[in-house]
């Protein structure tokens, strides 16, 4: 059973207490790679690895006075070193803390993204195989088209989650990323061999060219990937939305003991899971869009970007990975009605087997047309009068001069649709 939503370490990753940790990690991961160089003393350095620390209270008066978040932490963190706080930040520029930092936090964030995508997979999977021989009727426009299982419904899912973990994963590659090549990327200051260092250390490729910032493109489609995972979550409650409406009432969320649907209404169930994922993933989708508009900025940086990302990168990580948990336990907890969804396969009268009859046509000599019109004729008797669309097919003297009794009863047959589902599963599982 999976329990109810607490990702307190999602949220972790976007604290002021962490982000100002991943900023000394930054920083102290210069400061080590320069004392290897023998550009540090190691006595200095000993003092700053081991005294190197912050107030976040403190920052905040600093930065009140200053008006500069990263002059505040860095007059922080000297005051608990001391003297040896002068190697700090040596050939370094703002943005070769906060980018190389918030790659740290996307990459943190998007591991735990993965998670969320592999615990949906899994509920699907298993949802797949359980109902994967559970006939139901497919819809095309909101219209019965032809039959499917609910098991291949799940199986698609699945096989688009797969796709989109791919795509996360990139993202999250494309991401860890980090950048220590000074004020404008020239490492005017600063050595190319300390940005490979210390961005090895830190679990990161340096980038291959910066300007004063690491370019914006990579968080675009960063946060693009959310939002392709959020529109897929989005298709699928759609869908358990539409199987809810009381029309259909082929599956529906778990209702718990106690439940209310309605303030007046004590008979309503309504899917209220699935319609909150709908509104997040409007959200999350806006968040790709302001990503997207960060690209552009001024020469080699403006700040335009810096106030949208303090935004986006906290919300739509934490919404998403918050529509992955609810969405993975709705799934594991769905509802479904084999009854009605046999009842509902059946409602047009044996329509939904009018292709069979088709081609048999076909096959038999007659011409497409012909046959195409003498198939309609008969469902749309069976729509508007009533009856068996089989029984008037058997009336039929067109037919029947093409078609025995037998062959027509022959594409009447559920399983004649369901044969190739193994197939499917195999190419979707690998099993």
């Known amino acids: ?29 210069v400061c080590e ?11 200095d350095w000993a003092e700053i690895r081991d005294k190197a620390g912050f107030d976040i209270a403190r920052i905040d008066e600093i930065e009140a006075e200053v008006r500069h978040d990263v002059i505040a932490f860095l007059t922080s963190v000297s005051e608990h070193v001391g003297p040896s706080s002068r190697f700090i930040h040596l050939g370094m520029t703002s943005s070769d803390v906060l980018d190389t930092a918030l790659a740290l936090q996307l990459k ?36 019965h088209a032809e039959p499917v299982t609910v098991g291949l419904k799940f199986a698609i899912w699945y096989d688009e989650m797969a796709r989109q973990k ?12 980090g950048k220590i090549s000074g004020a404008v990327g020239t490492f005017a200051n600063i050595e190319p061999e300390i940005e490979e260092a210390v961005c090895s250390a830190l679990d990161l490729q340096p980038a291959p060219a910066s300007s004063q910032i690491l370019q914006r493109d990579r968080h675009a489609f960063f946060f693009t990937t959310l939002a392709l995972v959020a529109a897929s979550i989005e298709k699928f409650a759609t869908e358990i939305r539409h199987l809810q409406r009381t029309e259909v009432g082929e599956a529906e969320e778990f209702f718990h003991a106690g439940q209310k649907g309605s303030s007046a209404m004590p008979h309503k169930r309504n899917p209220v899971l699935s319609e909150n994922l709908c509104g997040l993933a409007r959200l999350v989708r806006s968040h790709s869009l302001a990503a997207m508009e960060n690209v552009a900025l001024w020469h080699e ?64 000599g007659v011409s497409r047309e012909d046959a195409y019109r003498w198939v309609q004729r ?40 369901m044969r190739q589902i193994p197939t499917i599963f195999a190419r979707v599982f690998g099993e």
Not at 1 to 29: C, D, G, H, T
Not at 33 to 43: D, L, N, S
Request: aromatic share 8%.
């Open 378 to 417: 008969n469902a749309m008797q069976a729509f508007n009068d009533g009856g068996s669309f089989k029984g008037y097919l058997l009336k039929d003297e067109d037919v029947a001069k093409y078609l025995s009794a037998a062959e027509i009863e022959e594409k009447f047959s559920l399983e004649h649709h």
């Open 301 to 364: 940086r403006d700040i335009s970007h810096s106030s949208v990302e303090r935004v986006i990168a906290p919300d739509a990580t934490i919404l998403l990975d918050f529509m992955l948990h609810r969405f993975a336990s709705m799934m594991e907890k769905l509802v479904v009605y084999p009854d009605k969804m046999m009842k509902n396969l059946e409602l047009t009268g044996g329509t939904i087997y009018s292709q069979g009859i088709l081609l048999a046509l076909a096959r038999a």
């Open 166 to 177: 791919k795509r996360l994963e990139a993202a999250v590659t494309d991401i860890s990323v």
């Open 108 to 143: 943190e964030a998007g591991t735990m993204l993965l998670e969320g995508v592999d615990l949906v997979m899994v509920q699907l999977k298993n949802r797949a195989f359980e109902l994967k021989e559970c006939p139901t009727i497919g819809r095309s426009h909101g219209i």
């Open 1 to 29: 059973m999976i329990e109810r939503y607490s990702r307190p370490a999602m949220s972790q990753v976007w604290s002021e207490e962490n982000k100002f940790a991943s900023w000394l990690k930054v920083e102290l991961a």
């Open 33 to 43: 790679v320069y004392t290897e160089r023998g550009e540090i003393p190691a006595a």
